[in-house]
C-alpha cells in the first residue's frame, strides 16, 4: 500500500483531519498516490456535502483497500465482513426508513466472494447506493487475480496471465444487474483521468440523489486505476484503464428509471402493548391457574395414523381440553423421518405437576387411526392401558393386560357427510372410554376453541363427537358381557 | 394475563416482539422454519421488519446493519444454518453488537438430520468463531422459557452489547404447552453513544471490529474479556430440583433436563437420593455452584444429547472429578429408564 500519503482532509464531505487513522500525516489519507479510492472518495464526499444528506448517511466499508473509509468521509459509518456490505445495507435501511445508505465495495469483495448478497440487495430493490471500484485486480491482499482481471492479465496467482481455459472471463457486473428488474440506475464510469472524472462525478451524485429521494437501488461501476499493483506510472495505468478495461467494460449508463420510481416508505414500528395483544388474538384470552394436584395420575397418549387423518389436530384438540381444565399439559408432534412417509404421530402428557418429558414412549392410552400404527405402537402400550383403534385396521388381538377397543370412527364420520372428521368420532371415543381425568364438557369446549374461526362446523362436529362416544359405550358395554 | 396453547418457536416470536425487537431476519431451516413463518405473519401486522434473507450469512449480516442502528434484532436458525453465522457473529461480538440468536438444534455433524440433538453447545458456548470471544447463552426448557429467556436475552444484550443465542432443540421448538403472555411490552429507544442509524446525533459513530495496532487490539480484546468476567459475575442462571439433600446429581439443561427430572422422580422411589442442577444459563456456566456441590461429596452425570460436550464443563467445574455421560444422538431424545440406571450404576 501507501508509499506517499495522498492529502485529501477538508475537501467537501470529508472530515478536516483524520484522527481515526492517527500517525505523522493527520490530513493525507493511506491510498497510494493515483489510486481511484481517493478519488472516489472525494467524489462522495462532494455529493453529500452539496445534497446535505452527511447526517442521514452511512457508509458500509469494506474488506479491501477501502476498508478504512471511515477515516475519511464525514458521516456515519459501518465496517463489514468480506462481501457482506449489501446485507449489512439492507439491515440498517429496513431499520432506519430515513437512513441514506451506501456501499462501498471492490471487485474481489463485491465479484467475487459477495456476488450472492450484491445480487439479491438488487433484486429486492434495497435502497441503497453502491459504489463498485473495479480496479481488475485485489489490492489489498497483493494483487491476486479479481473477477474483473482481464484476459492475459498478470497477476500474483495467475503468473502468466489470466487463461480462460483455467480461469473464465471477465464478469461484467452491470451487465448482470441489468438483467434484473428492480434496480432504479445502473451506470459504469471511469476515474482514469480529468475528463473521465467529470462524468464519474455526475454518476456518483445521481445515485445520491435517488437516495435522498429514497427510490430504490442505484449502482454505478467505477474502472479504477491500481497504480501499485499493476506496477505503472501515472500515464501507463491511465492507458490501461482508457483502452484495455474501458474494451472489456465498456462506459455506459445502463439504466435511469429515476423519472419513473417513486419513493419507498416503511411505516414506523408500532410498540404498543395493545397492537401487540390485539395481533395475537390474547386481549380476550383465558386465564388458567394450574394447580399442583399430586393426587391426579399423570396420563401419557399417543396418537398416530397416516398423514390427512387428523391425528394432530386430534392431538391438539386434547391438549386444549387439558389446559381448559386447569392440567398441566404437552402436546408433542413427532416429525420424524416418517413424517414424508405418510404416516404421522403425536404425544400428549396431561399431568397434575410440571410435566417432564413430552414424548410418549409407554402410552396409557393409544390412538390408532390404520394398521401400521396399530402394529408399531401396540406392544408399548402399559399394563393396564387401552388402545381405540379405527375399525377400518381390521381384526386386532391386544397384547395381554391391554384393553382395545375397535371404534367404527371413519364409519360414522362418513355416515355424517364428513369423511375427514373420523378424529372427532374417535375424540368423541376418547371421552367415553379413555379415563383420563378430564370433565366431559372439557372435550366439547376444546371444539370451539380449535374452530373459533370456523364457528359453522362446531354442531356437525359435536354430533359426531357424541356419535363417537356412544359407539365406544356400546363397545365397552358388550366387551364387558 | 392471557395464556395460550402455542409450540415453542412460535413463543420465540411472541417473546421477542412483546421485548421490542424491531427486525427478523432469516432464513428457511428445518425445524427452526416455524419461528421464519410466524416472525412473516406478526412482524409485520405491527410495522416491524422482516425479510427472507437470501442465505444465513446474509441473515446475519443484516442483523449486524440493523443491530448497529441500535435496534433489537433477532434471528433463528438451525445446526448448519448457525455454522454459516459463525462469521457473522463473530463480527458481531467483535464490533460490541447486541442481537438475539435462536438456535434449534438438530442432529449433525453434516447435513445430519431434522431430529433433535444438543450437539451446538460448544459453538454456542465456546466462541464458535474466531478469535476470543464469548456469546451468552440461554437454554429453555419448555415453551414458557422459549418467550421468557428470549425476551431476557434482548435485555443482556443491550446491557453488555453482546450477542446472545438461545440454545433449544427440534423438541423445544415443536411442541405445544400453555404459554403465559408477556404482561407488559417494551418500548426500546436508540442509544445515541454508539448506534449508526443515519442521524445527526449518531453521525460521529462508528462500528468495526479492524484495529491495526497490535496493542490497541490487544486493549481491546482486555476489554471484551473483562466484559465476559461481569457477565460471568452477574448472570448465572440455573434451577435445582430436590437437590437439597442430593447425593447423586444430574446436570442438564434444555428438553433433556426434562427427562432427567422424571429419571430424578424415578430414582427417589427407588430410594436413592438423586437431584437435578439445570444450567439455565449455559455461558456463563454456574460453576460456583457445581464446585460448592462436588465440595459436599455429590456425584455427577451429564445428561445431554451431545458426546459430553457440556460434561467437559462440569469436569472443569468439579475440579475434575469423573463425571458420567448419558447421551443420544441421531435425532434420538435420551429415554428416561436409560437415565435411571445410570443413576443406579453410579449411586
Ligand atoms: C473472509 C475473508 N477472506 C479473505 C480475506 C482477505 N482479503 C482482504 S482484502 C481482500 C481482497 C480485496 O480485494 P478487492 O475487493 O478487489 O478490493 P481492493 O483491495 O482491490 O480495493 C481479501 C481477499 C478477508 N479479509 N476475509
Ligand atoms: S494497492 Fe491499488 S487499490 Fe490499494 S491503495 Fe494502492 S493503488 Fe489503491
Given at each position: 500500500m501507501a508509499a506517499v500519503e495522498k492529502v485529501i482532509g477538508g475537501h467537501p464531505g470529508m472530515y478536516a483531519t483524520f484522527p481515526r487513522k492517527g500517525g505523522a500525516a493527520p490530513t493525507a489519507t493511506h491510498y497510494c498516490p493515483g489510486c481511484g479510492h481517493g478519488i472516489l472518495h472525494k467524489l462522495i464526499g462532494e455529493a453529500m456535502a452539496d445534497l446535505g444528506i452527511q447526517d442521514r448517511c452511512v457508509v458500509i466499508s469494506p474488506v479491501?483497500?477501502?476498508?478504512?473509509?471511515y477515516y475519511y468521509l464525514d458521516c456515519g459509518h459501518m465496517q463489514a465482513a468480506h462481501g457482506r456490505a449489501p446485507a449489512i445495507a439492507t439491515g440498517i435501511s429496513r431499520a432506519e426508513n430515513d437512513s441514506i445508505v451506501i456501499s462501498y465495495q471492490g471487485d474481489g469483495d463485491l465479484g467475487s466472494i459477495g456476488l450472492n448478497e450484491t445480487i439479491q440487495a438488487a433484486n429486492r430493490g434495497e435502497k441503497l447506493a453502491v459504489f463498485f471500484v473495479n480496479n481488475s485486480v485485489y489490492g489489498m491482499t497483493g494483487g491476486q487475480m479479481a473477477p474483473?482481471?482481464?484476459?492475459?492479465e498478470v497477476t500474483a496467482t495467475t503468473p502468466t496471465g489470466r487463461d480462460p481455459q483455467e480461469q473464465g472471463y471477465p464478469i461484467h457486473i452491470c451487465e448482470l444487474l441489468d438483467t434484473l428488474k428492480a434496480p432504479v440506475f445502473i451506470e459504469r464510469a471511469s476515474l482514469s483521468d480529468i475528463e473521465h472524472i467529470r462524468k464519474a462525478r455526475r454518476a456518483v451524485k445521481k445515485a445520491l440523489e435517488i437516495q435522498r429521494d429514497k427510490k430504490g437501488y442505484a449502482f454505478v461501476e467505477l474502472l479504477s486505476p491500481c497504480p501499485t499493483i499493476l506496477r505503472m506510472d501515472a500515464k501507463a495505468i491511465a492507458n490501461f484503464v482508457n483502452e484495455q478495461m474501458e474494451k472489456e467494460f465498456p462506459l455506459k449508463r445502463f439504466r435511469d428509471r429515476s423519472g419513473e420510481a417513486g419513493s419507498i416508505n416503511r411505516a414506523e414500528s408500532d410498540f404498543s402493548q395493545e397492537a401487540l395483544d390485539k395481533a395475537f388474538g390474547c386481549e380476550s384470552g383465558v386465564c388458567v391457574q394450574f394447580q399442583d394436584d399430586p393426587e391426579f395420575v399423570a396420563k401419557g397418549v399417543k396418537i398416530a395414523g397416516f398423514g390427512g387423518q387428523g391425528v394432530l389436530s386430534m392431538g391438539l384438540a386434547l391438549a386444549q381440553a387439558s389446559f381448559g381444565s386447569g392440567r398441566y399439559v404437552s402436546y408433542y408432534p413427532d416429525y420424524g423421518p416418517e413424517q414424508r412417509g405418510g404416516t404421522s404421530n403425536c404425544s400428549v402428557v396431561i399431568s397434575g405437576q410440571p410435566i417432564g418429558s413430552p414424548v410418549v414412549d409407554h402410552p396409557d392410552v393409544l390412538v390408532a387411526f390404520n394398521r401400521p400404527s396399530l402394529e408399531k405402537f401396540a406392544p408399548t402400550v402399559k399394563k393396564g392401558g387401552l388402545i381405540l383403534y379405527d375399525s377400518q385396521a381390521g381384526s386386532f388381538q391386544a397384547p395381554d393386560g391391554v384393553r382395545a377397543i375397535s371404534v367404527p370412527a371413519t364409519g360414522i364420520a362418513e355416515e355424517r357427510g364428513i369423511p375427514q372428521a373420523a378424529n372427532t368420532a374417535m375424540f368423541g371415543a376418547l371421552m367415553q372410554?379413555?379415563?383420563?381425568?378430564?370433565?366431559?364438557?372439557a372435550y366439547g369446549n376444546a371444539f370451539k376453541v380449535t374452530f373459533a374461526k370456523k364457528p359453522k362446523l362446531i354442531p356437525k362436529n359435536l354430533d359426531i363427537l357424541e356419535a363417537g362416544a356412544h359407539a365406544a359405550r356400546v363397545l365397552e358395554m358388550s366387551s364387558k358381557k | 394475563m392471557a395464556s395460550q396453547l402455542i409450540d415453542g418457536n412460535k413463543a420465540v416470536i411472541v417473546g421477542a416482539l412483546y421485548a421490542g425487537c424491531d427486525c427478523f431476519f432469516g432464513y428457511p431451516i428445518t425445524p427452526a422454519s416455524e419461528i421464519l413463518h410466524e416472525a412473516s405473519r406478526y412482524f409485520p401486522k405491527v410495522n416491524r421488519k422482516f425479510v427472507q434473507a437470501e442465505s444465513e450469512e446474509a441473515a446475519i449480516n443484516m442483523v449486524y446493519g440493523a443491530a448497529g442502528a441500535g435496534h433489537r434484532v433477532l434471528a433463528a436458525s438451525s445446526g448448519p444454518g448457525m455454522s454459516l453465522k459463525q462469521e457473522g457473529i463473530t463480527y458481531i461480538a467483535g464490533a460490541e453488537l447486541p442481537c438475539v440468536i435462536v438456535d434449534i438444534c438438530r442432529a449433525g455433524?453434516?447435513?445430519?438430520?431434522i431430529g433433535p440433538e444438543q450437539s451446538d453447545y460448544n459453538q454456542a458456548c465456546k466462541g464458535g468463531g474466531h478469535g476470543c470471544y464469548h456469546n451468552i447463552v440461554l437454554a429453555p426448557a419448555s415453551v414458557q422459557e422459549m418467550c421468557d429467556l428470549t425476551r431476557k436475552g434482548f435485555d443482556l444484550a443491550f446491557k453488555y452489547r453482546n450477542p446472545v443465542v438461545i440454545l433449544a432443540d427440534g423438541v423445544l421448538g415443536h411442541m405445544v404447552e400453555p404459554l403465559e403472555y408477556p404482561k407488559d411490552a417494551f418500548v426500546p429507544v436508540i442509544d445515541p453513544t454508539w448506534a449508526v442509524a443515519g442521524s445527526a446525533e449518531t453521525r460521529g459513530n462508528l462500528i468495526t471490529s479492524i484495529e491495526l495496532n497490535f496493542d490497541e487490539m490487544e486493549r481491546h480484546n482486555y476489554k471484551l474479556q473483562e466484559k465476559y468476567e461481569r457477565i460471568r459475575k452477574n448472570e448465572v442462571a440455573w434451577e435445582g430440583y430436590r437437590l437439597e439433600d442430593a447425593s447423586v446429581v444430574l446436570v442438564s439443561y434444555g428438553i433433556s433436563s426434562r427427562i432427567a427430572r422424571s429419571a430424578v422422580d424415578a430414582a427417589r422411589k427407588a430410594g436413592i437420593k438423586a437431584g437435578l442442577f439445570r444450567p439455565?444459563?449455559?455461558?456463563?456456566?454456574?460453576v460456583n455452584a457445581l464446585r460448592a456441590l462436588a465440595e459436599r461429596g455429590c456425584k455427577f452425570i451429564s445428561v445431554e444429547m451431545s458426546d459430553g460436550q457440556m460434561r467437559e464443563d462440569i469436569r472443569l467445574a468439579t475440579g475434575c472429578k469423573p463425571v458420567g455421560l448419558v447421551s443420544r444422538y441421531g435425532g434420538n431424545l435420551i429415554g428416561m429408564e436409560s437415565v435411571l440406571s445410570k443413576i443406579k450404576e453410579v449411586a
Amino acid at each position: 500500500m501507501a508509499a506517499v500519503e495522498k492529502v485529501i482532509g477538508g475537501h467537501p464531505g470529508m472530515y478536516a483531519t483524520f484522527p481515526r487513522k492517527g500517525g505523522a500525516a493527520p490530513t493525507a489519507t493511506h491510498y497510494c498516490p493515483g489510486c481511484g479510492h481517493g478519488i472516489l472518495h472525494k467524489l462522495i464526499g462532494e455529493a453529500m456535502a452539496d445534497l446535505g444528506i452527511q447526517d442521514r448517511c452511512v457508509v458500509i466499508s469494506p474488506v479491501g483497500c477501502a476498508v478504512f473509509a471511515y477515516y475519511y468521509l464525514d458521516c456515519g459509518h459501518m465496517q463489514a465482513a468480506h462481501g457482506r456490505a449489501p446485507a449489512i445495507a439492507t439491515g440498517i435501511s429496513r431499520a432506519e426508513n430515513d437512513s441514506i445508505v451506501i456501499s462501498y465495495q471492490g471487485d474481489g469483495d463485491l465479484g467475487s466472494i459477495g456476488l450472492n448478497e450484491t445480487i439479491q440487495a438488487a433484486n429486492r430493490g434495497e435502497k441503497l447506493a453502491v459504489f463498485f471500484v473495479n480496479n481488475s485486480v485485489y489490492g489489498m491482499t497483493g494483487g491476486q487475480m479479481a473477477p474483473t482481471t482481464l484476459i492475459g492479465e498478470v497477476t500474483a496467482t495467475t503468473p502468466t496471465g489470466r487463461d480462460p481455459q483455467e480461469q473464465g472471463y471477465p464478469i461484467h457486473i452491470c451487465e448482470l444487474l441489468d438483467t434484473l428488474k428492480a434496480p432504479v440506475f445502473i451506470e459504469r464510469a471511469s476515474l482514469s483521468d480529468i475528463e473521465h472524472i467529470r462524468k464519474a462525478r455526475r454518476a456518483v451524485k445521481k445515485a445520491l440523489e435517488i437516495q435522498r429521494d429514497k427510490k430504490g437501488y442505484a449502482f454505478v461501476e467505477l474502472l479504477s486505476p491500481c497504480p501499485t499493483i499493476l506496477r505503472m506510472d501515472a500515464k501507463a495505468i491511465a492507458n490501461f484503464v482508457n483502452e484495455q478495461m474501458e474494451k472489456e467494460f465498456p462506459l455506459k449508463r445502463f439504466r435511469d428509471r429515476s423519472g419513473e420510481a417513486g419513493s419507498i416508505n416503511r411505516a414506523e414500528s408500532d410498540f404498543s402493548q395493545e397492537a401487540l395483544d390485539k395481533a395475537f388474538g390474547c386481549e380476550s384470552g383465558v386465564c388458567v391457574q394450574f394447580q399442583d394436584d399430586p393426587e391426579f395420575v399423570a396420563k401419557g397418549v399417543k396418537i398416530a395414523g397416516f398423514g390427512g387423518q387428523g391425528v394432530l389436530s386430534m392431538g391438539l384438540a386434547l391438549a386444549q381440553a387439558s389446559f381448559g381444565s386447569g392440567r398441566y399439559v404437552s402436546y408433542y408432534p413427532d416429525y420424524g423421518p416418517e413424517q414424508r412417509g405418510g404416516t404421522s404421530n403425536c404425544s400428549v402428557v396431561i399431568s397434575g405437576q410440571p410435566i417432564g418429558s413430552p414424548v410418549v414412549d409407554h402410552p396409557d392410552v393409544l390412538v390408532a387411526f390404520n394398521r401400521p400404527s396399530l402394529e408399531k405402537f401396540a406392544p408399548t402400550v402399559k399394563k393396564g392401558g387401552l388402545i381405540l383403534y379405527d375399525s377400518q385396521a381390521g381384526s386386532f388381538q391386544a397384547p395381554d393386560g391391554v384393553r382395545a377397543i375397535s371404534v367404527p370412527a371413519t364409519g360414522i364420520a362418513e355416515e355424517r357427510g364428513i369423511p375427514q372428521a373420523a378424529n372427532t368420532a374417535m375424540f368423541g371415543a376418547l371421552m367415553q372410554a379413555g379415563n383420563l381425568g378430564l370433565p366431559r364438557e372439557a372435550y366439547g369446549n376444546a371444539f370451539k376453541v380449535t374452530f373459533a374461526k370456523k364457528p359453522k362446523l362446531i354442531p356437525k362436529n359435536l354430533d359426531i363427537l357424541e356419535a363417537g362416544a356412544h359407539a365406544a359405550r356400546v363397545l365397552e358395554m358388550s366387551s364387558k358381557k | 394475563m392471557a395464556s395460550q396453547l402455542i409450540d415453542g418457536n412460535k413463543a420465540v416470536i411472541v417473546g421477542a416482539l412483546y421485548a421490542g425487537c424491531d427486525c427478523f431476519f432469516g432464513y428457511p431451516i428445518t425445524p427452526a422454519s416455524e419461528i421464519l413463518h410466524e416472525a412473516s405473519r406478526y412482524f409485520p401486522k405491527v410495522n416491524r421488519k422482516f425479510v427472507q434473507a437470501e442465505s444465513e450469512e446474509a441473515a446475519i449480516n443484516m442483523v449486524y446493519g440493523a443491530a448497529g442502528a441500535g435496534h433489537r434484532v433477532l434471528a433463528a436458525s438451525s445446526g448448519p444454518g448457525m455454522s454459516l453465522k459463525q462469521e457473522g457473529i463473530t463480527y458481531i461480538a467483535g464490533a460490541e453488537l447486541p442481537c438475539v440468536i435462536v438456535d434449534i438444534c438438530r442432529a449433525g455433524p453434516g447435513l445430519g438430520n431434522i431430529g433433535p440433538e444438543q450437539s451446538d453447545y460448544n459453538q454456542a458456548c465456546k466462541g464458535g468463531g474466531h478469535g476470543c470471544y464469548h456469546n451468552i447463552v440461554l437454554a429453555p426448557a419448555s415453551v414458557q422459557e422459549m418467550c421468557d429467556l428470549t425476551r431476557k436475552g434482548f435485555d443482556l444484550a443491550f446491557k453488555y452489547r453482546n450477542p446472545v443465542v438461545i440454545l433449544a432443540d427440534g423438541v423445544l421448538g415443536h411442541m405445544v404447552e400453555p404459554l403465559e403472555y408477556p404482561k407488559d411490552a417494551f418500548v426500546p429507544v436508540i442509544d445515541p453513544t454508539w448506534a449508526v442509524a443515519g442521524s445527526a446525533e449518531t453521525r460521529g459513530n462508528l462500528i468495526t471490529s479492524i484495529e491495526l495496532n497490535f496493542d490497541e487490539m490487544e486493549r481491546h480484546n482486555y476489554k471484551l474479556q473483562e466484559k465476559y468476567e461481569r457477565i460471568r459475575k452477574n448472570e448465572v442462571a440455573w434451577e435445582g430440583y430436590r437437590l437439597e439433600d442430593a447425593s447423586v446429581v444430574l446436570v442438564s439443561y434444555g428438553i433433556s433436563s426434562r427427562i432427567a427430572r422424571s429419571a430424578v422422580d424415578a430414582a427417589r422411589k427407588a430410594g436413592i437420593k438423586a437431584g437435578l442442577f439445570r444450567p439455565i444459563a449455559l455461558f456463563p456456566f454456574p460453576v460456583n455452584a457445581l464446585r460448592a456441590l462436588a465440595e459436599r461429596g455429590c456425584k455427577f452425570i451429564s445428561v445431554e444429547m451431545s458426546d459430553g460436550q457440556m460434561r467437559e464443563d462440569i469436569r472443569l467445574a468439579t475440579g475434575c472429578k469423573p463425571v458420567g455421560l448419558v447421551s443420544r444422538y441421531g435425532g434420538n431424545l435420551i429415554g428416561m429408564e436409560s437415565v435411571l440406571s445410570k443413576i443406579k450404576e453410579v449411586a
